[in-house]
């Protein structure tokens, strides 16, 4: 089946250039004048195997579409271009939660295309890596079995591992709350709190994560693979993540380039909404969604989080 991306921004284009090593790949992007080289990934040349598109009615022939939109986006694109979309198979890899919505990106395909085939493809992978062939392992979620088969091994090469699983809920929001925990691993490092605060904020972060998670169906087991640990460890502990960065200036009270795509500020505020909602504990997700507004300063952050009634673990 023939594969077009949706989305040329860092993450599009790295994909684009990986799976274009099994054949021809559509790379759709509003803004391609930058030619053969993406500014998002210096130094890096498109193969001739990647034709780059701003006609989206020629990309969406393509039966696979790869969404790589960021996650605040992908509501109003999915609605504006709905005619496009249906009946193909959908693969998101945004990682967020749509904060007028509070759902991920596959129950909002669902809504506006509801015969699509939806899948998720998350998991721990800098644009960079994947588009300079390191090697990279990905989770590929499918409720569908045939179609989950059929996506892993037409998105999978030599260099990119692709694991596949039917909890769909658990791996987008694996992708989506790292994000979250990412800012706060920051804003620990940002402040100089030093390691061992870190490894706290990753540990307590992971059982946040998995509480709203299984909460919402998602299976314990995924948020322990790659779309949750996996992607947590990476982005805790990489200034190549640009939620960590975002996170380490607001540690340091430092500003921050505002268009730069930081996906865990918006889903911090979607994922306290949604805590208060379900009733549901989120300490940490609330410090960030407080801390990325201005709503609070980071020495209150931390005695907040320091302070709370002692518990179990
Ligand atoms: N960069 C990474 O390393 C990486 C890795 C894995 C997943 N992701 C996820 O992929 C998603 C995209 O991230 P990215 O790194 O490519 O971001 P980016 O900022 O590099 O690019 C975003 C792209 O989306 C386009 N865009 C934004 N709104 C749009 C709209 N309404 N219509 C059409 N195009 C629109 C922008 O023009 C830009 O090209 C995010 O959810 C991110 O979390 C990124
Ligand atoms: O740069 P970040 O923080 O958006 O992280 C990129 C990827 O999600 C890492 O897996």
Request: glycine share 10%; with cysteine; aromatic share 4%.
């Amino acid at each position: 089946m023939s594969v077009a991306i949706l989305g040329a921004g860092a993450f599009g284009t790295a994909l684009a250039i990986a799976i274009s090593a099994n054949g021809p790949v559509t790379l759709w992007g509003r803004d391609i004048s930058w030619g053969r080289e993406n500014p998002r990934l210096p130094g890096i040349t498109l193969p001739d195997q990647v034709t780059v598109t701003a006609d989206l009615q020629a990309a969406t022939q393509a039966g696979t579409l790869l969404l790589a939109l960021p996650a605040q986006a992908l509501g109003a694109f999915l609605s504006e271009h709905a005619d496009l979309l249906q009946d193909k198979w959908l693969v998101s890899t945004a990682k967020g939660i749509d904060l007028t919505r509070l759902t991920g990106p596959s129950t909002l395909i669902a809504e506006v295309c509801p015969k699509a085939t939806i899948a998720v493809l998350t998991g721990p992978s800098f644009a960079a890596d994947i588009a300079r062939g390191l090697p990279t392992a990905l989770t590929l979620a499918c409720a569908e079995d045939r179609a989950a088969q059929a996506l892993q091994q037409m998105l999978s090469t030599p260099v990119l591992r692709l694991y596949r699983t039917p909890d769909v809920t658990g791996a987008e929001l694996g992708g989506a709350l790292k994000n979250v925990i990412a800012i706060a691993a920051g804003v620990v490092i940002g402040a100089g709190f030093g390691d061992s605060a870190r490894a706290a904020i990753i540990t307590r972060g992971f059982a946040e994560m998995t509480r709203l998670a299984t909460h919402l169906g998602a299976r314990p087991e995924t948020l322990a693979g790659l779309s949750g640990l996996g992607d947590l460890t990476l982005t805790c502990t990489s200034v190549q993540s640009r939620n960590f960065r975002f996170g380490q200036a607001l540690g340091k009270g430092e500003d921050f380039d505002p268009a730069t795509t930081v996906e865990g500020a918006a889903t911090a505020r979607a994922v306290t909404a949604l805590a208060e909602k379900l009733g549901l504990d989120m300490p940490i997700a609330a410090m960030v969604a407080k801390l990325s507004q201005g709503g609070a300063s980071v020495e209150h952050a931390a005695e907040y989080l320091m302070t709370r009634p002692l518990k179990e673990e």
